[in-house]
């Protein structure tokens, strides 16, 4: 099996080679790894993508607006991820983006994921009928099973999650109220016995 180290090395490398900067190449090295940690195909979708990308041009998409639809081909998943990171900070007062026609889109998928990171927020990212909650870049909850090349994703979604309680005000009073038990009224005996109280050293 080999390691997330040599994996991050070897697409960061090929990326090189395939034609982007070093600084996207770390990138996609650092994406790569992280698509394999969290289960996904992301070198069998990497090399893919390099093969067709020698034979096949791809549209890149610079400025993330609402709606972003691809004119002359499908999107290049790794320049739309880079400046989807890039853009995040304005792009997360936003409640909903789509994207139309992304050419293997779990090259897409770990940009997002970093994104909900760096935002603070969970991100629902829907790739057609293929849907992913993403974590904090801490897991990625997903319908997706399959250790497949999925080549294009025609309708995209992203949605930003606001950070929000999953209980009732009343839950919490109730499980704070029990935790209050714990706190017991410092006694004279418990003075005595408290750390650093006694009158000898036994060290």
Do not use: H
């Not at 930003?160 to 006694?187: A, M």
């Amino acid at each position: 099996m080999k390691s997330l180290s040599e994996i991050d090395l070897v697409s960061k490398r090929a990326s090189r080679a395939a034609g982007f900067s070093w600084g996207i190449a770390e990138e996609v090295g650092k994406n790569i790894r992280i698509l394999e940690i969290f289960g996904f195909p992301g070198i069998s979708n990497l090399n893919d993508f390099f093969k067709k990308r020698k034979g096949t041009k791809f549209e890149n998409l610079n400025l993330i607006n609402l709606e972003n639809k691809a004119i002359n081909a499908q999107f290049c998943p790794i320049i739309a991820g880079i400046n989807f990171l890039d853009q995040i900070k304005t792009l997360e007062t936003l409640n909903e983006i789509k994207f139309e026609k992304i050419a293997y889109p779990l090259l897409f998928l770990p940009f997002v994921s970093r994104a909900s990171e760096i935002i603070g927020k969970r991100i629902f990212l829907k790739l057609d009928d293929k849907e992913f909650l993403l974590n904090f870049n801490n897991n990625i909850y997903s319908n997706f099973l399959k250790n497949e090349i999925f080549e294009m994703a025609n309708n995209i979604s992203i949605k930003f999650i606001d950070n929000l309680d999953l209980f009732t005000e009343d839950e919490w009073k109730e499980l704070y109220d029990l935790s209050e038990n714990t706190f017991v009224e410092e006694s004279d005996s418990l003075k005595e016995g408290g750390a650093g109280a006694g009158l000898t050293d036994n060290d």
